[in-house]
């Protein structure tokens, strides 16, 4: 099976930020290993994440020897981009809600969804679909997603790690429908969602194939 993931240059701690994004319960040497560092610098790092409130340690007990340590993300951790907008945003949308029709909101939802689709009208709309596939990775990278994409038997999997709209979702979960609903519009091809974060899922998992 073919595994892709989208990651630019990094720094060790922004490495190991994205490792613990996408394989939960890590231990020291295994970062080490997947930053390409010491675990004695892994450990330094990590003690600045948890100072930092980015991640948290727990202890893994075995039958025989002494107990481990694994690394997760935090709350604070999975969502890597400014907070500061994220109440605004619920409020308004609540307001919204509250003095508008039902299903407006989902109205605007897929407004701002159509609109991304004009902003890049000409794009991928006569790409071969294998080009739509790496098109969609890309623009969700751009948006904030860390996205790994597998291919296997005729069917893809997508899965997205630390949704970068997850405050907001958590309250309003039109922003997961808009992103199924933008990768059914680009691939041009049904979508089905087998996991989510907003539903205790590790991420957010979808799998399509090449519509005949």
């Not at 969700?140 to 997508?158: C, I």
Request: proline share 4%.
């Amino acid at each position: 099976m073919k595994s892709v993931i989208n990651t630019g240059k990094q720094s060790t701690r922004e490495t190991i930020l994205n490792a613990l994004k996408t394989s939960t319960h890590s231990k020291v040497e295994e970062l080490a290993e997947i930053a390409n560092v010491s675990p004695v610098t892994v450990r330094h790092h990590l003690n600045s994440l948890q100072a930092s409130g980015l991640i948290e340690v727990s202890s893994v007990r075995r039958k025989v020897g002494r107990p481990y340590y694994v690394y997760n993300l935090s709350e604070t951790g999975q969502e890597l981009f400014p907070r500061k907008y994220v109440r605004l945003t619920n409020r308004l949308l609540d307001e919204l809600k509250a003095t508008l029709p039902p299903g407006t909101v989902t109205q605007l939802f897929n407004g701002v969804m159509e609109n991304m689709l004009v902003d890049r009208k000409g794009e991928y709309e006569d790409l071969p679909f294998e080009k739509r596939v790496d098109y969609l990775v890309d623009m969700l990278s751009e948006e904030g997603f860390m996205v790994r994409l597998e291919k296997g038997d005729g069917r893809y999997t997508l899965t997205e790690f630390g949704c970068p709209y997850h405050s907001v979702s958590q309250e309003h979960t039109e922003v997961c429908d808009m992103d199924q609903s933008l990768m059914v519009a680009i691939l041009q091809t049904p979508v089905e969602q087998h996991s989510c974060l907003l539903a205790g899922d590790e991420c957010c998992q979808f799998t399509f194939s090449h519509a005949a």
